[in-house]
C-alpha cells in the first residue's frame, strides 16, 4: 500500500513563496493521477491542484489559478507544489493524495484516497 508524506510547510510572509514535496514509497506512483489539498481550520477540504499520471494534463481550484503550479517526478515517486504569491488565506494544511484507480486525470477530484499526514503552511507577516 502506498505511504505518502509531504514537506516542505513553514511560514512564510504574504508575497512569498514555498514549495511543497510528497514522496511516494510502498506502492505505485507513476501509473496513478496525484493532488494537493488543503484544509485551514473551521474550514472543509479545499481542491488545490491535480496532475494526471502522465503529467501531461494539470489542474486548478480558482482560488490558486496562476499562483501555483504542480508537477511530478515519476523516477523520484515525487510530486511538487510550487506555491507563489502567498497569501494570509493560504495559510492551511496541506495534503497530498494518490487516485483510487491508475491512468486518471485526477479531475473531478472525486476519486482520491492514501491521503498523506500533512504540511502547515502558515502565510503571515
Known amino acids: 500500500q502506498v505511504q505518502l508524506v509531504e514537506s516542505g510547510g513553514g511560514l512564510v510572509q504574504p508575497g512569498g513563496s514555498l514549495r511543497l514535496s510528497c514522496e511516494a514509497s510502498g506502492g505505485t506512483f507513476s501509473t496513478y493521477a496525484m493532488g494537493w489539498f488543503r484544509q485551514a481550520p473551521g474550514k472543509e477540504r479545499e481542491f488545490v491542484a491535480a496532475?494526471?499520471?502522465?503529467?501531461?494534463?494539470?489542474k486548478y481550484g480558482d482560488s490558486v489559478q496562476g499562483r501555483f503550479t504542480v508537477s511530478r517526478d515519476n523516477a523520484k515517486k515525487t510530486l511538487y507544489l510550487q506555491m507563489t504569491n502567498l497569501k494570509p488565506e493560504d495559510t492551511a494544511i496541506y495534503y497530498c493524495?494518490?487516485?483510487?484507480?491508475?491512468?486518471?486525470?485526477?479531475?473531478?477530484?472525486?476519486?482520491?484516497?492514501?491521503w498523506g499526514q500533512g504540511t502547515q503552511v502558515t502565510v503571515s507577516s
Open positions: 496532475i494526471d499520471w502522465s503529467a501531461r494534463t494539470a
Open positions: 493524495a494518490r487516485e483510487r484507480i491508475p491512468y486518471g486525470l485526477g479531475f473531478p477530484p472525486r476519486n482520491f484516497a492514501a
